[in-house]
């Protein structure tokens, strides 16, 4: 990573650290020497850019995800701390095949980093999940490019009550450097081919274009950041917009009720959680491996090793219970008046997702509407035909109808859709309408 590309790419980290970082590389752009002395007596520890790789507790392999995150971090790192996105996606891998590990943990304590490498590390986390339990823990601070890659694991777990979790958002800065140059005497002319290869160039003011280019950018890197938090805390992108994606950070039990996280508890019990899971199925694994009759079916190989390994099928079911808990708790969350059975059959199918069930009910809510639609306008009465003029107009006014404002009868309609709705019966919006326009010609 250049010193202009810490100036300049898009970020997924917090502010207040972003600006640390550049305040550091804009002195080094300046051509000043970083004084690597005052800032370990600032910071309150040696800098090091020596790789961690994990650590072995208990059959759990605790790898790191500490400081600004950077996919190649060299001398990020050695200024600045931090972890290297391609060295943890390295570790995790090696831990994954490591026979002496039974459980992988996400060290996580970062305020962010860099957009650049972030999803990729992800996706490493998230391919472990139904290999081995991943789970990752808090301590301290999990912000924004953390929460990206930290999310992806099989839970998320925070280590105190005032553990931080948040800060989902993507932010770019552009530097212009031309002031400074025309004082050194120096004038930088690009010569470039295609409209926006030097959009927001630093040798200049930002431009309207080069503004909008950024901002475009920024909002895409915000949309893949929102559909991946969705995917792996397995909600839909709208909620996690709503409750978590707002830029804020969440404290403790905040973070739990966003959805955030699932648990505040210590590491001690997080790995005899996990190691005691893993060590049922290790047992039933290897009783199954040598008494299993090879002449029987399958499913009689599964009765018997049932039969065999009660405590592993119970770890079994119960983590099978939760996850389908789970996921039936998300499809129903997407329920609309009308559509319960559609909401019921997909929480009973055994495999469509939240985010699957908000798509298939609002395809049906569009073609439910689009029937209403076509029923009102067949439903609809003939043009009343001329009448003469009352001869008074006492008479007149007797006889004329009371007009209804059309917007105001749609929604005494669709009032009395939802709250037949509500007691269990369905009434269809042209009876609705009929029973609406009898209401406010009475009212």
């Not at 990020?76 to 459980?103: Q, W």
């Not at 491996?289 to 390994?309: G, H, K, R």
Request: aromatic share 4%; charged share 25%; net charge negative.
């Amino acid at each position: 990573m250049t010193v202009l590309d810490v100036i300049n790419s898009p970020w997924a980290i917090m502010p207040d650290r972003l600006e640390e970082i550049q305040a550091i590389y804009g002195a080094r752009l300046r051509g000043e020497d970083a004084d690597l002395a005052a800032i370990e007596a600032r910071i309150g520890r040696p800098l090091n850019n020596e790789a961690q790789g994990y650590e072995v507790r208990d059959g759990a392999a605790l790898v790191p995800l500490r400081g600004v995150l950077g996919q190649r971090m060299n001398l990020m790192s050695n200024i600045s701390g931090g972890t290297s996105t391609e060295l943890f996606a390295r570790d995790v891998k090696r831990a994954l095949e490591d026979p002496a590990v039974r459980s992988i943990i996400i060290m996580a304590d970062t305020p962010g980093g860099s957009v650049a490498g972030t999803q990729s590390a992800a996706e490493v986390v998230r391919s472990v999940r139904g290999k081995k339990p991943i789970v990752t823990f808090a301590e301290g601070m999990m912000a924004s490019a953390g929460v990206w890659i930290g999310s992806a694991a099989d839970q998320v777990i925070l280590d105190s009550g005032v553990t931080q979790v948040g800060s989902i958002g993507v932010v770019a800065t552009h530097s212009d450097v031309s002031k400074r140059e025309e004082a050194m005497g120096v004038k930088t002319t690009e010569i470039v081919a295609g409209k926006y290869k030097r959009a927001a160039s630093q040798y200049g003011p930002l431009t309207e274009t080069g503004r909008a280019t950024m901002q475009e950018q920024v909002d895409y890197l915000y949309s893949l950041f929102v559909a991946d938090v969705a995917a792996n805390r397995g909600v839909d992108p709208e909620k996690v917009i709503e409750d978590m994606a707002d830029g804020r950070m969440f404290i403790g039990q905040q973070a739990v009720d966003a959805g955030l996280a699932d648990g505040i508890y210590s590491l001690d019990v997080l790995i005899a959680n996990l190691n005691d899971r893993a060590a049922a199925m290790e047992r039933s694994l290897i009783t199954a491996s040598s008494s299993m009759d090879v002449s029987m079916t399958p499913s009689e190989q599964a009765a018997q090793w049932v039969a065999e390994n009660p405590e592993a099928a119970a770890v079994l079911r119960a983590e099978g219970a939760v996850n389908e808990r789970d996921r039936i708790a998300a499809v129903r969350a997407q329920s609309m008046p009308g559509h319960e059975a559609l909401i019921e059959a997909l929480a009973a199918d055994g495999h469509t997702s939240g985010p699957e069930a908000a798509v298939a009910v609002v395809a049906a809510e569009n073609a439910l509407r689009k029937v209403q639609a076509e029923a009102r306008a067949a439903e609809a009465p003939a043009p009343v035909a001329f009448a003469p003029a009352p001869e008074t107009e006492q008479a007149a006014a007797e006889s004329k109808p009371a007009e209804i404002d059309p917007q105001m009868l749609a929604v005494k309609a669709r009032q009395l859709v939802d709250q037949a709705a509500a007691t269990g019966q369905r009434l269809s919006f042209t009876e609705a309408v009929a029973q609406a326009r009898q209401d406010l010609a009475t009212a």
